[in-house]
């Protein structure tokens, strides 16, 4: 049929049933077409209400009402939206942004795509919005996954919550993790992970810490900021316990509920308590040029509070330890860099320098209860007196005992009486001096004791030496000075016995004999036995801070090289090397014999176990090593009464399995034939040590191929004599 159409082509219907209203081609059942816009109307009745369609050249599409009345759209004849009149729009049910919502009931949602949505609780005037949440009578998921929800509460209150993962439609359990209230305060339940964060009000201002045994009131927990008034940041800890400091998750301090502060102590005894194992335990520092970097004591002695003492360095002697008195400002001792000791000078010429002070009588007194003591004079009203060491008796002023420095008297005991040095004694025993300075000397014939004093004099002895001579000879020479030597030049000495074989012999009858220390208490030394004779050898152990510390070795002085070392974890080392093992040898020659280890058997033909390999706390021998004088054998124990369950396998198919390769060393760039370990694995695990990428290399046992090889030659020989056939 043709198309129907009225003047001018403004109406036509097309013989497909296509309506066109100033479009001379529709393509749609009805389509409607003018040069600037195009309107379509739908009237009630009394013309009330009119919907219109409308498409305008240049501007967006319209869809609305002219009249004062509101826009609806159903579905299955219900009212699903409405946009009133003054704009509002009304939903009946859940509203799906992205995706089509989940039909749930109870409160109003909307829902953006798969993971969000808001949530209106009516009852509770409260509004949700939520990632993979709804509400369906209970909190449930919409995905598998975590959940989390912001709270704007009926009383103002943001809240913020999280819960784990869970299935999809499980029910929820939130926890509430951070909330602002209505008052501007902020509580967190967990930790705060922020580089900047910044609490500000115009009064009090602090932040309050607090967990589930302390409490959640103001006067709980712990409080960090700034009262009201003050500029001093406080930090307060409002429970009955300790306030403990930490670093690398290690405690360094802390302060107890009664104010004593422990740094390395967590059980501090006084005010301050300080402990170390390993170092200084206080470290008092001064960077300005002669400034005092010392420690001051100030005490209250009654009723008056004063600086008294000061301890350190700089005070008034130097860079000395001084122990400074202020109420006097006077110094009182010095102990020099030296290792001289100085009271009542700062400057002392000796290991123990006193200096009697003015109006004092004795430099030193040392006494007992009963004032029983021994009085060093420096300087005393009486000449006679000076320099002299007198031991008195109670209130007896008179001295008893004296030795004096000046005269002939060197010493002076007036009860039971003796002199020495004196030429006319009036006591029991007399020593004098004689021509050759001897101290005290006894003579038989050629045989002599001497004591001597010092070199003065012809056929003077040496000094400090206590000496034993046979027919002149000197067999026992003791010497005290720095550059002398004792010795004993006859005979062999015993030590435990009165018959010694051998130059130094050492008998004990009972339990060990340890009759020999070698000894150091310098970290930075050694302590050795030496051996000597056509080489020397040292036999020793080092201090902490030599190298190698704590070591026994064997070194040859004449080489300059370590031999043999046992360290501190039993290792035992021969040769020169950093890397250990239980036993580690290394031979560092390059010429001559480099061998790093030689075992050697008899040589009379016969076979010889070089070597042999047992499992531990057992006697079963499960390897070793054997030579008969031409041959070398490395045997794995294969004894049949070790083996059971005995079974065939395909040996040609496992060796046609394994790749190998005519391959390059990275060391050296030597070429070689073999296999890669971790492919040998795949198909021979048992010859192989170590695992794949791992710290340690992998290694290959080849002798555990071999019987593989051995099957397979059976197997090529039996399809060989098959094919004879």
């Known amino acids: 049929m043709a198309n129907l159409s009225n003047i001018n082509n403004k109406f036509l219907v097309t013989t497909g049933g296509n309506v066109g209203i100033g479009v001379t081609g529709p393509v749609v059942k009805l389509e409607l077409q003018d040069t600037t816009h195009t309107t379509m109307k739908i009237r009630s009745g009394n013309n009330d209400n009119i919907l219109f369609l409308q498409a305008i050249q240049g501007q967006d599409g319209r869809i609305g009402t002219e009249t004062n009345n509101d826009l609806g759209f159903y579905t299955n004849g219900t009212d699903r939206l409405t946009i009133s009149n003054t704009g509002n729009a009304t939903f009946a049910g859940n509203v799906g942004i992205g995706v089509t919502p989940e039909a749930w009931t109870v409160f109003k949602t909307s829902q953006i795509g798969q993971a969000s949505a808001f949530v209106g609780r009516i009852s509770l005037n409260q509004t949700d919005v939520a990632t993979n949440f709804y509400y369906d009578g209970s909190e449930k998921r919409i995905t598998t996954g975590y959940a989390q929800r912001y709270t704007q509460t009926s009383d103002g209150n943001h809240q913020f919550w999280t819960a784990g993962t869970d299935s999809a439609d499980s029910a929820i359990t939130f926890s509430k993790k951070f909330e602002i209230l209505n008052n501007g305060n902020a509580t967190f339940a967990g930790g705060i992970n922020a580089q900047d964060m910044r609490l500000q009000s115009s009064g009090t201002t602090y932040l309050n810490i607090g967990n589930g045994s302390t409490g959640s009131t103001s006067t709980d927990g ?294 020999i220390m070698v000894e150091t208490t310098v970290a930075t030394s050694y302590a050795e036995v030496q051996v000597k004779a056509a080489s020397e050898f040292r036999i020793g152990t080092g201090g902490s801070g030599t190298t190698p510390n704590g070591q026994f070795y064997i070194y040859d002085a004449t080489a300059g090289a370590h031999r043999f070392d046992i360290d501190a974890n039993g290792n035992v080392i021969i040769g020169n090397v950093t890397e250990r093992g239980k036993l580690t040898i290394n031979s560092s020659a390059t010429s001559g014999n480099s061998n790093a280890l030689g075992i050697y058997a008899a040589s009379d033909g016969g076979t010889h176990t070089f070597a042999q390999f047992l499992l531990y706390g057992t006697s079963t021998v499960v390897g070793g090593i054997t030579s008969n004088g031409t041959t070398t054998s490395y045997n794995e124990t294969s004894d049949y009464r070790l083996k059971e369950d005995l079974q065939d396998f395909a040996g040609l198919d496992m060796v046609s399995k394994i790749p190998v390769y005519d391959f390059k060393w990275k060391a050296d760039e030597s070429r070689s034939y073999g296999v890669m370990a971790h492919e040998l694995q795949e198909v021979l695990p048992q010859a192989v040590v170590g695992e794949k990428d791992a710290e340690e290399m992998q290694g290959v046992d080849y002798s555990k191929i071999v019987p593989l090889l051995v099957k397979s030659i059976q197997e090529l020989k039996a399809e060989i004599d098959e094919l004879k056939k």
């Open 222 to 515: 712990a409080s960090i900021g700034y009262f009201t008034g003050q500029t001093s940041l406080q930090i307060v800890q409002r429970e009955n316990d300790a306030m403990v400091f930490s670093t690398n998750s290690n405690e360094r301090m802390r302060i107890t509920s009664a104010g004593k502060v422990g740094i390395g102590t967590t059980a501090p005894a006084a005010k301050l308590h300080v402990e170390n194992t390993n170092a200084a335990i206080v470290y008092v520092k001064s960077t300005i040029n002669n400034q005092n970097a010392s420690i001051w004591f100030n005490s209250n002695s009654g009723g008056t509070q004063a600086d008294r003492w000061e301890i350190g360095t700089n005070i008034s002697a130097g860079t000395d330890l001084e122990f400074f008195d202020r109420l006097n400002s006077v110094s009182r001792m010095v102990i020099q860099n030296d290792g001289n000791v100085g009271i009542g000078t700062i400057s002392p010429e000796a290991k123990l320098d006193i200096s009697n002070v003015a109006g004092a009588t004795y430099a030193l007194e040392i006494s007992t209860p009963e004032r029983n003591r021994a009085l060093f004079y420096y300087n005393s009203a009486s000449a006679s007196d000076a320099g002299y060491l007198g031991i008195k008796r109670g209130s007896v002023d008179a001295l008893n005992h004296r030795f004096a420095t000046t005269g002939n008297s060197a010493v002076c005991i007036e009860e039971g009486n003796f002199g020495i040095g004196t030429d006319s004694p009036s006591e029991k025993l007399t020593l004098q001096l004689n021509t050759q300075n001897q101290a005290f000397s006894g003579k038989n014939g050629t045989d002599y004791l001497w004591f001597l004093r010092n070199e003065a004099g012809a056929g003077a002895r040496q000094s400090g030496r206590f000496q034993l001579m046979d027919t002149d000879v000197t067999t026992v020479n003791i010497e005290s000075a720095s550059n002398r030597n004792t010795y004993f030049n006859a005979g062999n000495i015993g030590i435990g016995t009165t018959s010694p074989t051998k130059q130094l012999h050492l008998l004990r009858t009972t339990g060990d004999v340890r009759g």
